[in-house]
């Protein structure tokens, strides 16, 4: 299921982050100069589509930046990875720092930018060591153009209008739109906003063509991916997948499942809730999952053992959304709030009459009302909670659990 | 073409005075903050539109001209 040129490929990335040498001797030397001219065309016949949660074509945010830029454009590699179940980003980067680097320097020769800043989240220490030691490597014109930004802990810090106004006036908190990065970001430049998966695979699509993208993953669907398995799996953890792959194959070379599992959450916690024979059967196709009104975002897939109350679990991730809001938008702050407060009733066997109803009404009423997607990605997360544990929750509402006593996980 | 409403979630504090001037398009959820109707303004509201916009203390609501054809149902 693996291509034939993937990003982790080469040595094992718990090795460590692999040096400039045998990353050139493994991939070839960078494409430049006229090479690289003909790379926003390319990504955008390839296909490939952002990783870092939203799924937008690279290729046409390139050239919505290319555009406006003059030469004075801005690149944010973003890989400040706020999402809990996803680890990809943070081993990406520390493991294969110069495919990072590669994407971020052939972004900016595309699109016409002087200026790299390499966003990575606070926690994520072996990435930003392995991200300077490379750019160190590199000498003179790289460490000048290209430095690593420590992002602040918190899910909304890897936003991208948060980042942008993080790099501007120190607060990792998103802003009002328009303007969008693309017109107005770093400095009140265009910038580029790319999580740095996108990076890598754009590294990799300037080296061997947009048909390789396209083949290495399983028709209809394009692209190598990394995605993060966590549950009861033998080898939980990133994994390089050929998207299209279903979640049944992944949890085999994960090394099967270890326990029964009732739901898989796809996505992470912007994402939604699946019975698992359905997740299963599920495969890891952005298009097709957007199809069913599932979306890839960072390549998350969780599985709940059935052993575990999918209220109690839901209430712990829908508290986490709720203290993660920015507190700028009233709707996000309070209803996100609210939510967390009657699901953390329901699940603690302490339920006022009408949680359920009005957690159901809040969660319809949230989305598109906050400055940034966060009250539409928890509020998506709580529908699919609604209905996937449906039983689970009007048990809760009388105060029972099909668990034993309703009770909190524990944190 | 049509106008649609727009609200700056950020800048909005959930006065409510636009809620009282359109009621049509605009009701209050449990903390006073906007619900919008989705969909373009009609002809016959468009005035109270326009004032529902000017009397935000905030300045949090404005008037986007849509092509009729692209038309959102909610702000993408």
Known sequence: ??????????????????????????????????????????????????????????????????????GRAVVLANGAEGELLSMKDRTLMA????????????????????????????????????????????????????????????????????????????????????????????????????NVESLALSALVARFGDAWYREAGRRPAAGPALVTVSGPVARPGVHEIALGTTVSELVAAAGGLQAHVQAALI??????????????????????????????????????????????????????????????????????????????????????????????????????????????????LMRSALEVFAEEFSLHQRGACQHGAPQRKAA | MADEIRIDRIRCDGHGLCAELLPELIELDDWGYPLLAPGPVPEHLREHARQAVAACPVVALRLERVAAAIQSGRRA
């Open chain 1, 267 to 380: 996505g992470g916690y912007f994402g939604a809730w699946l019975p698992s024979e359905q997740a299963l059967a599920l495969s890891l196709d952005p298009a097709a999952l957007r199809a069913r009104g599932v979306a890839f975002g960072c390549g998350v897939v969780a599985f709940l053992p059935a052993a575990v109350c999918g209220v109690a679990a839901t209430a712990d991730i829908i508290s986490y959304m709720a203290a993660a809001s920015a507190r700028q938008c009233g709707p996000c702050l309070f209803g996100l709030r609210a939510i967390a407060e009657a699901t953390g009733r329901l699940a603690g066997g302490t339920p006022a009459p009408e949680d359920l109803v009005r957690i159901s009404r809040w969660s319809a009423q949230l989305p598109g009302r906050g400055g940034c997607r966060h009250p539409d990605g928890a509020a998506g």
């Open chain 1, 95 to 194: 493991a294969r720092p110069h495919l990072v680097l590669d994407g971020a320097l052939l972004a900016a020769e595309a699109v016409g930018a002087e200026r790299i800043a390499l966003y990575v989240g606070q926690e994520h220490t072996a990435a930003s060591a392995s991200l300077r030691r490379a750019i160190t490597e590199r000498g003179g014109e790289v460490m000048r153009r290209a430095g690593v930004v420590v992002a602040p802990s918190g899910y909304v810090s890897g936003e991208a209008t948060a980042a942008v106004r993080y790099l501007n006036k120190g607060v990792a908190l998103p802003t009002s739109t328009p303007p969008r990065p693309f017109e107005q970001g770093v400095g009140g430049r265009p910038t580029l906003v790319q």
């Open chain 1, 1 to 70: 299921m693996r291509s034939p040129v993937g990003l982790l490929d080469g040595p094992p990335p718990a090795a460590g982050a692999e040096g400039l040498a045998s990353h050139e001797a493994r991939l070839g030397r960078l494409p430049v100069g006229s090479e690289a001219q003909g790379l926003i065309p390319m990504l955008e016949a390839s296909g490939l589509q952002g990783r870092g949660g939203a799924g937008f074509p690279v290729g046409r945010k390139w050239r919505s930046v290319a555009e406006r830029s003059g």
